[in-house]
């Protein structure tokens, strides 16, 4: 996870959300600021796995 500033003066956030392994997301913006919430953003929402169904609060049926 880093965020980079680049020679244009943009900043460049590239993270793998999901370790190592996972998928790597690059993103430029036009400030630090900017780019450091967006690298909050997308890891707390990998924390949180949207992609897994609920599961059933009763299995015995």
């Known amino acids: 996870m880093s ?3 680049q020679p244009n003066g943009k900043y460049l956030v590239e ?3 999901q370790g190592r392994g996972g998928k ?3 993103k430029t ?3 630090q600021a900017e780019a450091k ?3 909050q953003f997308t890891l707390n929402e990998a ?6 169904p ?3 609060a009763d299995r015995s049926k």
Not at 47 to 52: G, V
């Open 29 to 31: 913006f036009s400030t």
């Open 3 to 5: 965020i980079r500033k």
């Open 24 to 26: 790597r997301t690059r």
């Open 47 to 52: 924390e949180q796995k949207p992609w897994l």
């Open 54 to 56: 609920e599961k059933d």
């Open 37 to 39: 919430r967006f690298e």
């Open 15 to 17: 993270l793998y959300a």
